[in-house]
């Protein structure tokens, strides 16, 4: 969890909204995101859910565009990799990449201006010089 959010919290792309738009407190943060992932990984019961709810409000404050989430999820599987390898870690990244996905998605019926859907982990390009822009 530090490693993720050491990362996190100072990434360009997505720190401004933990530090900025949600103003995180990271040692009250913490124990909810450990909760939430011994209870999907370790067998543990300690989460109640209710994931979706806090990244509601945030999203009412700062869009929370699928860009956001790709790049979540790119420093969230290095956090993993970087310390550990298996089956659990395999099940760490797989179920971040349908929570993402399914939050996402939730998301886009709670706003009036619907984006493109998350691409899964594809990275998106720009249009080639002189392709029109697409
Ligand atoms: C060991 C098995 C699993 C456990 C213990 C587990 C546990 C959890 C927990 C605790 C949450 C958060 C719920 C909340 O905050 O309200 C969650 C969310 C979710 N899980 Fe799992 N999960 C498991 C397997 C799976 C599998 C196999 C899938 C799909 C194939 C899956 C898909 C999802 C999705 C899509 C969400 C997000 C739902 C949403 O809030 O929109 N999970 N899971
Ligand atoms: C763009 C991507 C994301 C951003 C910017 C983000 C940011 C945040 C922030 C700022 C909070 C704290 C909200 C508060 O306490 O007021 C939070 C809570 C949380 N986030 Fe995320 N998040 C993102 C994606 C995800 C994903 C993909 C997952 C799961 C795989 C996740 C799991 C959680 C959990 C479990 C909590 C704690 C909820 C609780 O207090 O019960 N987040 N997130």
């Given amino acids: 969890m530090r490693a993720f959010y050491g990362r996190a919290l100072t990434d360009p792309v997505i720190g401004f909204l933990f530090t900025d738009v949600a103003h995180l407190d990271l040692e009250a ?3 909810a995101v450990t909760s939430f992932w011994e209870t999907i990984l370790l067998g543990a019961r300690s989460y ?3 994931a979706f709810h806090p990244h509601a409000g945030l ?3 700062a869009p929370l565009r699928a860009g956001h989430f790709q790049r979540w999820l790119l420093l969230w599987h290095a956090s993993v990799d970087e310390l550990f390898a298996g089956p659990r870690a395999e099940q760490a990244k797989a179920h971040a990449d349908r929570v993402a996905f399914a939050f996402h998605g939730r998301l886009q019926t709670t706003t009036s201006a619907p ?3 998350l691409p899964g982990l594809v990275v ?3 249009g080639r010089p002189g392709g029109g822009g697409g």
């Fill in 115 to 117: 984006e493109a859907p």
């Fill in 29 to 31: 943060h913490v124990p």
């Fill in 59 to 61: 999203h009412a404050k």
């Fill in 48 to 50: 109640t859910g209710g």
């Fill in 124 to 126: 998106s390009r720009h």
